[in-house]
């Protein structure tokens, strides 16, 4: 039974996919530098939080914060390895007067893991905003992404997408111009310029495999990149709506190390291609998830329903915008 002292929230933790990824050279320790175009699509993981001060908690140790995280994926982490649980622990090194209790969070995954759809990153920015709520921080956007940061390079736009999606989030940042569903990320991929979104139905498909992220980054430091996105084009493209421009830029120059890796993922692109005709196919992030623009839902749900025979991992959606 709940206790009365108890407070609640629920966010939507929303996939991300890249329209665009091209990495502008390397940093001495090693860090790539990024220029991309991430977008926010509909699919989601649900993230809810429940917070019980230490009183009501009967906690002997006021000083503790004690984190249970549950998931229905029962290969997934539930301790310091999880980005849900390193973004409370984040929030109570931010808050001032760190609050002692019990933080119960529970995620529903429906996003692939480790498909490069930020699933785990949408997940630590929810913890976030939920612990802003929660523990009536009044943190700005500004701030949250500065504390996404210090989990990983996609949860700052991770934490700019749910605040424009969730209704629980929309009023708290009405007017925020970071609150937004598209942005371009430059420097490790942290530093976000808000965009206009695409809006377009799409296709996901996720190979049964994954691809280390790291790896493909060093593996194309020794590939000669043929092809690479004009991203101010790209840019002026949303602008303006002009879906030629946005497609014809629509280019990953990750695929040119996980295409030549990982055939299932040659196979999986191929045969997106072949359903989705002229639209755009690309995959996102370092993969494996392959991702095509779609004209209907009706059109999304029939190739979805051939992309199933393929790849159990797959997906009818849309842009958020």
Known sequence: ??????????????????????????????????????????????????????EAAGTADHDALQINLKTNRSYLPTDE??????????????????????????IKKRIPVAAGLAGGSGNGAAVLHGLNVLWDLGLSLQQLCDAGAKLGSDVPFCVMGQAAENEALKDRFAGDPLACHCALATGTGTDLVPLKGLKSH????????????????????????????????????????????????????LENYTLMEYPTVV???????????????????????????TDSIRQSRSIC????????ESFWTRTTY
């Open 1 to 54: 039974m709940m206790n009365d002292n108890s407070v609640s929230i629920g966010l939507k933790s929303y996939a991300k996919i890249n329209l665009s990824l091209d990495v502008k050279g390397v940093t001495d320790d090693g860090m790539h530098l990024v220029e991309m175009v991430m977008q926010q699509i509909l699919l989601c993981d649900e993230v809810a939080m429940r917070w019980t001060p230490a």
């Open 81 to 106: 390895r999880n980005l849900a649980y390193q973004a409370a622990l984040v929030m109570r090194d931010i808050a001032e007067n760190a609050p002692a209790g019990t933080l119960d969070i529970n």
């Open 202 to 253: 799409i296709v996901l498909s996720k190979p049964p495999i994954s691809v280390s992220t790291a790896k493909a980054y060093q593996g194309i430091d020794n590939i000669e990149i043929k092809t690479r996105p004009n991203t101010a084009e790209l840019i002026e493209g949303l602008k303006t709506r002009d879906l030629s421009r946005i497609e014809k830029n629509m280019v990953n120059v």
């Open 267 to 293: 196979y999986t692109k191929n045969k997106m291609q072949e359903l989705c005709g002229e639209r755009a196919v690309l995959m996102s992030g370092s993969g494996p998830s392959v991702y095509g623009l």
């Open 305 to 312: 329903d051939e992309m199933l025979k393929l790849n159990r």
